[in-house]
């Protein structure tokens, strides 16, 4: 009877969660077929990207200098052991490039951007705002979600660049700075352009650009979902931010996986 | 072709609501009620505090669906919010439901802009014209959290006049306003029926401004309407339920 019971509350679970994605899934195919208004929507969609650049820039910038420099550290080391450390830049280079840029911008977007969104929108629902919305024939998914899911479509991967570069040079700055690994700037970047192909690039791309529309459309989903009060709207940003985080890990090796 | 563009000038719709139940988990709200609301006329529904009022307009707009029974809007069944309709409903929310993040302005016009009604010279005029009628045309540049409760409903009653409605709904437009302010209210309800012959349907605590702008009221009372009449019938009525809401209200004011 026990595990009857635990069997059925398992069953629940995977039930409501199913139910989540087609929810997020209908959502992304509704904010999809809106897109055919971004022409008369760029005003939106250009704001909410000036809003990701805003708030993610900084600190991305930050993290990315110290990521590149660590892992520079890290490998650099062990490189020189073997007296390869020549190869530095393709390293650091490349897990830049095709990891470490799009996963870390795309988790900073979501924690800074991501955040914002769901709080933003849950508000609306709770304080009746999305209703208004409907009683004027606005479609809370052209005027509200569809911009933002192309704004982050956008925005992402020309953060993710901005990331990697910036990440390069942390990484060439502490191969050139550390007597024990001591990498020339221009060494550094030989050996990246050596290894690295245009292909490396557009598959860390690929995956800016999805994670930015499952950051967007996920937190888009979790504030439309709110009902009740200020609680909820807390509630619904942990929720929204957690969500996202792992979506972006799953996709992230699927999308590796894929890309291999 | 725009909706709102080329379709004839505002007319009254008419509203007819046949058996509609609504409950939320175990708490009925609305039991079988029955309603008819004639095309330009504008219909008072008074009760008391949570007894559905906000409820059955929602239901009206299409934000809730009834449990059973049908809501008809000019003899058709009502339309989801988005559905293209022939007909445009306007509502005053309890809450005003004014977008905290655009202007006063913004909010006004935001149906204009959206529809591409006009361009933008003309939702200019169009804004000022509307907050003018509730006497905030010097506001426009403000943001809802810069206005008091009163003034938020006053915008949302511009709102909802600024998309040119068939049939208005207001939840509770005067229940934060000065006197002054609710007769100016009541006068410009009077006003957009005698004008447009528009449909409304007005939700309020008040009853000497409901009597006033009502040409037909209702008491809602368990669900259900339990009486329906002009505003002198409501006034004689025997139903010891309208008898204790009404001595209530009018308690030192000199009675009714
Ligand atoms: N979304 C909801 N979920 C659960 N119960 C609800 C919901 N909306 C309304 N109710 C319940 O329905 C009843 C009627 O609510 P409603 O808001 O229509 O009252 P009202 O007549 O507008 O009152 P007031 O004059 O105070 O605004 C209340 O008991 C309320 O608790
Ligand atoms: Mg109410």
């Not at chain 1, 840029?101 to 999305?130: D, H, K, Q």
Request: proline fraction near 4%.
């Amino acid at each position: 009877m026990r595990s009857l019971g635990l069997l059925a509350g398992t069953g629940a679970v995977i039930l409501r969660f199913l139910q989540t994605v087609g929810e997020v899934l209908v959502l992304l195919w509704q904010a999809v077929r809106e897109s055919r208004a971004a022409p008369r929507n760029v005003d939106k969609i250009l704001a909410q990207m000036a809003e990701i650049g805003n708030a993610t820039l900084p600190i991305a910038s930050l993290t990315a200098v110290f990521i590149g420099g660590v892992l520079a550290l890290q490998s650099g080391f062990q490189l020189a052991k073997l007296g390869a450390e020549e190869n530095l830049g393709g390293l650091v280079g490349l897990s830049m490039v095709k990891e470490l840029g799009p996963v870390m911008t795309s988790l900073l977007m979501a924690g800074r951007v991501g955040s914002a969104m769901a709080a933003e929108i849950a508000a609306m629902s709770v304080y009746e705002e999305i209703d208004a919305l409907r009683t004027l024939d606005i479609d809370p998914v052209r005027y509200l979600v569809m911009p933002r899911v192309l704004a982050s479509l956008l925005a992402l991967p020309v953060l993710t660049i901005y990331v990697d570069v910036l990440g390069w040079i942390g990484g060439a700055l502490v191969g050139t700075v550390n007597p024990q690994i001591n990498v020339s700037f221009r060494t550094f970047f030989d050996n990246l352009r050596q290894f690295m192909e245009v292909r490396d690039i557009l598959d860390g791309l690929v995956k800016a650009m999805v994670f930015g529309v499952t950051v967007a459309i996920v937190c888009c989903y979790v504030g439309l979902q709110t009902r009740g009060g200020p609680r909820e709207v807390g509630r619904s940003v942990t929720r929204a931010v957690v969500l996202s985080f792992i979506c972006i890990f799953i996709f992230d090796y699927v999308i590796t996986r894929l890309l291999i | 072709m725009q909706e709102g563009q080329g379709r004839g000038p505002t007319r009254g719709v008419a509203i007819r609501i046949v058996g509609l139940s609504k409950a939320f988990g175990d708490v009925e709200v609305l039991r079988d009620l029955t309603l008819e609301v004639q095309p330009g006329e504008t219909f008072v529904i008074i009760g008391p505090s949570g007894c559905g009022k906000t409820v059955l307009l929602k239901q009206i707009l299409g934000l809730l669906t009834p449990d059973a029974g049908r809501i008809l809007i000019d003899g058709a069944p009502v339309a989801a919010p988005g559905q293209p309709k022939p007909y445009r409903i306007g509502m005053v929310f309890q809450s005003g439901a004014l977008f905290s993040s655009l202007t006063v302005g913004e909010n006004v016009g935001l149906w204009l802009k959206e529809h591409r009604v006009a361009d933008d010279g003309v939702i200019e005029r169009i804004v000022t014209e509307k907050l003018a009628l509730v006497g905030l045309a010097d506001k426009k540049h403000l943001f809802p959290s810069e206005l008091s409760g009163g003034m938020r409903k006053r915008v949302a009653i511009a709102r909802a006049l600024a998309t040119d409605p068939d049939l208005i709904l207001y939840d509770e437009p005067t229940a934060e306003l000065d006197p002054v302010m609710t007769d100016h209210i009541a006068e410009a309800i009077v006003d957009l029926k005698r004008r447009f012959r528009i449909t409304s349907v007005v939700v309020t605590h008040d009853l000497n401004m409901g009597c006033y702008v009502a040409d037909r009221m209702g008491m809602l009372h368990e669900g259900r309407l339990v009486e329906v009449g002009t505003p002198e019938q409501i006034r004689r009525s025997a139903n010891p339920v309208v008898r204790a809401f009404i001595t209530t209200q009018t308690k030192g004011m000199g009675g009714a």
